[in-house]
C-alpha cells in the first residue's frame, strides 16, 4: 500500500454510462493529480488540486469531471465517454502543489475500459 | 513546454547484462530528476531522485542515475540486471516554473532468465 487508495481497481462501462472514480489518501498531503495512462504514451497530467483548488486543467474533455472536497479525497465523474477514453487512471498526491519537486506518491489506479 | 524523452520503448535483455536507459529532458532551469518503476500490475514507485549535489544518485536494487547537466539527461544504470527487473521504468522532470511532474512515455524492460 502506498497510502493513496483508489476504487474501483477495474470498471468496465458503456459510452452511456455515468460512473466515478475515488482517490483517498491518509499521508497529509494538500495536491492531488490525476494522470491518464495509456500504452506507449507518456502519462498525461489530466487536473491538479491544491488545497482543494483546481489549479491545472490539461485541455480535459469535459466528459471528465474532477472534484475534490477536501485535501484526502479526489473524484474523477465519468460520462458518455468514448472508446479512446480507456487507459489506466492514476491517482497521485504530493505534500502541495511546489512540493511537488519531492515526488509524487501514486495510487494503483482503476483500469477504465470503455464498450 | 517542458518535456521528457526516453529513447528505448522496449528493452530485451537477459539476466547479469548491464542496463542503461536513457533519459533527456528540455527546459533550461533547475530540475528535480525522477525515475519511476512500475512492475506488472503495481503501483508507480520510486527508484531514485536527483535534487542537487552530487550528480550520481543510487536507489532502491542496486539502480543508479547520472545527471549530466550539460546533455540534459538523467540516465538509468544496473550492471547486472535480474529477471524480477522486468516493469516498466519511467523518467519524470519537475521544474518549479512548471510546478508538475511532467514524465516521459516509458521503457519497458523485459529481463529473460
Known amino acids: 500500500e502506498t497510502g493513496v487508495t483508489q476504487t474501483p481497481r477495474h470498471l468496465v462501462m458503456g459510452m452511456t454510462n455515468k460512473k466515478s472514480l475515488k482517490c483517498e489518501q491518509h499521508?497529509?498531503?494538500?495536491?492531488m493529480y490525476w494522470y491518464k495512462q495509456s500504452a506507449k504514451k507518456p502519462l498525461e497530467l489530466m487536473f491538479v488540486y491544491n488545497f482543494k483548488e483546481q489549479t491545472e486543467n490539461n485541455s480535459v474533455p469535459s466528459r471528465f469531471s474532477p472534484e475534490c472536497p477536501n485535501s484526502s479525497h479526489l473524484f474523477l465523474h465519468l460520462h458518455t465517454l468514448q472508446p479512446e477514453d480507456s487507459a489506466l487512471y492514476l491517482c497521485?498526491?504530493?505534500?502541495?502543489?511546489?512540493?511537488?519537486?519531492?515526488?509524487?506518491?501514486f495510487g494503483s489506479g482503476t483500469r477504465l475500459t470503455v464498450v | 513546454a517542458q518535456s521528457v524523452s526516453q529513447h528505448n520503448h522496449h528493452v530485451i535483455l537477459s539476466e547479469a547484462a548491464s542496463l542503461e536507459l536513457g533519459c533527456n529532458y528540455s527546459?533550461?532551469?533547475?530540475?528535480?530528476l525522477f525515475w519511476y518503476v512500475q512492475y506488472p500490475g503495481q503501483h508507480l514507485q520510486l527508484l531514485l531522485k536527483y535534487f542537487s549535489g552530487d550528480p550520481l544518485v543510487k536507489g532502491i536494487k542496486g539502480f543508479e542515475a547520472e545527471f549530466i547537466k550539460s546533455k540534459f539527461s538523467f540516465n538509468l544504470r544496473k550492471p547486472s540486471v535480474q529477471w524480477s527487473d522486468t516493469a516498466e521504468y519511467f523518467c519524470a522532470v519537475f521544474s518549479g516554473g512548471y510546478n508538475k511532474l511532467i514524465f516521459g512515455a516509458g521503457t519497458r524492460l523485459a529481463v529473460h532468465p
Open positions: 527546459y533550461g532551469g533547475t530540475v528535480n
Open positions: 499521508l497529509g498531503h494538500n495536491a
Open positions: 497521485a498526491s504530493s505534500q502541495d502543489q511546489a512540493g511537488g519537486g519531492y515526488g509524487y506518491t
